[in-house]
């Protein structure tokens, strides 16, 4: 049977497109090769990543990396897809040879058309896993409305589209039929889930739907927006058992002067409110917040007020980044005012802030119990989650293989024994 790989590169929206467009390729008898597998496939399709420098050199890289080898092997081809081909498509044909189709995003029967090289309709409800088989993505809506001066997202993505309820409530029964248990919604902006189709955001509606499918014991949410944000959301996270008490709220900045330059639609105040009812409705939430150092403008004061923001908020899990100054974005005008070196340090100060949180905080959970979710057999190591933690972002809990015989896709209740900055050791009881 011929046979496709797939490197995936970028976020989890990604990872759902490529399993789209493997899973329907596999649906015609094709052969899906795992990314690290040393066999060589007849396509090497790469799904890239365009959204800062860093990672759009990473998407060069294993653009390079793949058509070198395949001019080795003088067999097989080698397609790009994805923003790093929406947004610098034309520079790319003329930079880099070998590459056998291009192609952007939000069209994958044209990748798979072009992979079967026949016509074959797609089914975006059609996916084979890359993640684990008890977890996966669920994408409900393509694009962003908003228009954040440092983001390049709109002009990759284009507007807001919010995929159909019920399909999405089918995609996800079809994925808990395959023994999913928990479901990580995503999208560029969830919380404007909606709006296009209905008039209305009807994200807290959708979760309450996905809510009743049996087999699911997990609901995360992921990228909810601060700006407006629907307070009826607020009440599913707090009455619904199967949703996790995980807060992701990318923030970017605190200084109000900061978020007003940022096109964030928010201010300082507006968002500790924010910060201070999700705490009253969900005492015991994670929060994941990310941040961005040495946008334009960003003087030593306004970088003081972002650490006192996180050193006395103590957020659960942060991810900090240097600006990345974006052609075509509302920010580019403003130059680039900090210098790279300056950048790095401030997301270092940061980082060394929230590792000390992170150390007092995983010290607090020695000795307490977590249902956690078991992700897979690593080493000596058993590797799970509590309902805290996102996959591959996120703490991760450490159980010795030698103490106890554990099923991956399986909920175990866990002491915590020890811990470290970012995980957590523990054994099974009961």
């Not at 955001?201 to 979760?207: G, H, K, N, Q």
């Not at 928010?266 to 994670?286: I, M, S, V």
């Not at 900090?320 to 403003?334: D, I, M, Q």
């Not at 992170?358 to 799970?384: C, H, M, P, Q, W």
Request: with cysteine; charged share 30%.
């Amino acid at each position: 049977m011929p046979s496709l790989k797939v490197v995936s590169l970028g976020c989890s929206k990604n990872t759902v497109d490529s399993e789209v467009i493997s899973g329907n390729v596999k649906k015609e008898g094709w052969t899906v090769i795992e990314e690290e597998s040393p066999r060589l496939a007849d396509v090497v399709l790469i799904n890239t990543c365009g959204f800062i420098l860093d990672a759009k050199q990473e998407s060069i890289d294993a653009i390079l990396l793949e058509t070198t080898r395949r001019n080795k092997r003088k067999k097989g081809k080698v397609f790009v897809m994805g923003c790093l081909v929406q947004r610098h498509g034309d520079e790319l044909k003329k930079e880099i040879s070998g590459v056998d189709g291009w192609f952007g995003v939000n069209n994958p029967q044209e990748v798979v058309n072009a992979i079967l090289q026949s016509q074959s309709g797609t089914d975006v409800k059609i996916r084979s896993l890359s993640t684990p088989s008890h977890y996966a993505y669920l994408k409900v809506s393509e694009g962003c409305n908003r228009q954040c001066s440092f983001c390049a997202i709109p002009l990759i993505r284009g507007k807001h589209i919010s995929r159909p309820r019920q399909e999405i409530i089918e995609e996800a029964r079809l994925l808990a039929q395959k023994g999913v248990k928990e479901l990580i919604l995503v999208a560029q902006d969830l919380t404007y889930y909606g709006m296009d189709l209905y008039g209305s955001r009807e994200i807290a509606s959708l979760v309450r739907n996905l809510c009743r499918i049996d087999g699911i014991r997990w609901i995360r949410l992921q990228y909810l927006y601060p700006h407006a944000f629907p307070q009826d959301l607020i009440e599913v996270m707090r009455t619904e058992p199967k949703v996790c008490n995980y807060v992701d709220i990318p923030l970017q900045h605190i200084d109000t002067d900061i978020l007003k330059s940022m096109l964030r639609n928010t201010t300082e105040n507006q968002t500790l409110a924010l910060l201070q009812n999700f705490r009253q409705a969900l005492p015991d939430a994670a929060f994941r917040t990310t941040l961005i150092v040495g946008y334009p403008g960003e003087d030593e004061a306004a970088f003081e007020r972002l650490k006192d923001f996180v050193r006395s908020f103590k957020f659960d899990r942060l991810g900090v980044f240097p600006y990345s100054r974006e052609e075509g974005t509302p920010a580019y005008a403003l130059g680039d005012t900090v210098s790279e070196s300056e950048k790095e340090r401030r997301a270092q100060e940061i980082m060394d802030l929230q590792e000390e949180i992170s150390y007092g905080a995983n010290r607090a959970k020695i000795g307490k119990t977590f249902e956690v979710l078991i992700d897979r057999l690593e080493g000596e190591f058993y590797v799970g989650r509590t309902r805290y933690d996102s996959p591959e972002v996120d703490n991760e809990v450490l159980i010795r293989a030698e103490d106890a015989r554990l099923e991956p896709g399986n909920f175990y209740q866990v002491k915590i024994t020890s811990s470290e900055s970012f995980d957590l050791y523990g054994e099974v009881i009961g």
